[in-house]
């Protein structure tokens, strides 16, 4: 899955306006639909969201709970799509929690210690559904080891997606492909099921 957005969510960045969003996205999206990788937009505008669904996109990933209801609207009518929702969103997602991921939400405005406590939740988690975690690059690395020097922090993030993909995370939401897929080849070749 290729996940592409046009605003950030880091702490502190400024917000987009949804035409604004949808302009940056355009021409990104229209050269990636139809290749051989799904296309998640990451985008917690339901204008964005239902453009991208039009034009192809097959997951969009939501980072906000307040709009979740508005993205479970849009996949009622888009039954090939799946949704990234926070998994701390508290309402009725009946009859499409097969299409739908959670995602425990690592570095929103969390501590170390709140983000140490929802990177293990995940076993739990799994219970109520599939799980997907944004793991690479988050501040809980820099907290953990100490590393000041940006780019630095391979080590910390692969440690942390191999954990959730031990702790059954389907899916780990990365920047570093190459070498997470990488280290969990060998992960999976260790454990001998050929099958992580």
């Given at each position: 899955i290729l996940d592409i957005g046009a605003e950030s969510t880091r702490p502190g960045a400024v917000p987009v306006g949804w035409e604004e969003e949808r302009e940056r996205l355009e021409p990104v999206l229209a050269g990636l639909v139809g290749e051989s990788v799904p296309i998640s937009v990451d985008t917690y505008h339901p204008e964005t969201a239902a453009w991208a669904i039009a034009a192809g996109a097959k997951m969009i990933n939501c980072v906000y709970a307040q709009y979740i209801p508005q993205m479970l609207e849009l996949m009622k009518d888009a039954s090939d799509v799946e949704l990234v929702m926070p998994a701390k969103f508290e309402g009725d997602i009946r009859g499409l929690e097969a299409r739908i991921y959670?995602?425990?939400?690592?570095?929103?405005?969390?501590?170390?210690e709140e983000d140490l406590a929802l990177i293990q939740s995940i076993p739990e988690l799994l219970r109520r559904g599939r799980v997907l975690v944004g793991v690479s690059r988050k501040r809980i690395v820099k907290k953990l080891t100490g590393e000041k020097v940006t780019g630095k922090n391979l080590g910390g993030n692969l440690a942390i997606a191999l954990w959730?993909?031990?702790?059954?995370?389907?899916?780990?939401?990365?920047?570093?492909?190459?070498?997470?897929?990488?280290a969990i080849k060998v992960l999976s070749a260790l454990k001998g099921n050929g099958n992580v």
């Amino acid at each position: 899955i290729l996940d592409i957005g046009a605003e950030s969510t880091r702490p502190g960045a400024v917000p987009v306006g949804w035409e604004e969003e949808r302009e940056r996205l355009e021409p990104v999206l229209a050269g990636l639909v139809g290749e051989s990788v799904p296309i998640s937009v990451d985008t917690y505008h339901p204008e964005t969201a239902a453009w991208a669904i039009a034009a192809g996109a097959k997951m969009i990933n939501c980072v906000y709970a307040q709009y979740i209801p508005q993205m479970l609207e849009l996949m009622k009518d888009a039954s090939d799509v799946e949704l990234v929702m926070p998994a701390k969103f508290e309402g009725d997602i009946r009859g499409l929690e097969a299409r739908i991921y959670l995602d425990p939400m690592i570095g929103f405005d969390t501590t170390r210690e709140e983000d140490l406590a929802l990177i293990q939740s995940i076993p739990e988690l799994l219970r109520r559904g599939r799980v997907l975690v944004g793991v690479s690059r988050k501040r809980i690395v820099k907290k953990l080891t100490g590393e000041k020097v940006t780019g630095k922090n391979l080590g910390g993030n692969l440690a942390i997606a191999l954990w959730c993909v031990m702790n059954g995370a389907d899916v780990v939401r990365v920047h570093d492909v190459r070498e997470t897929v990488q280290a969990i080849k060998v992960l999976s070749a260790l454990k001998g099921n050929g099958n992580v």
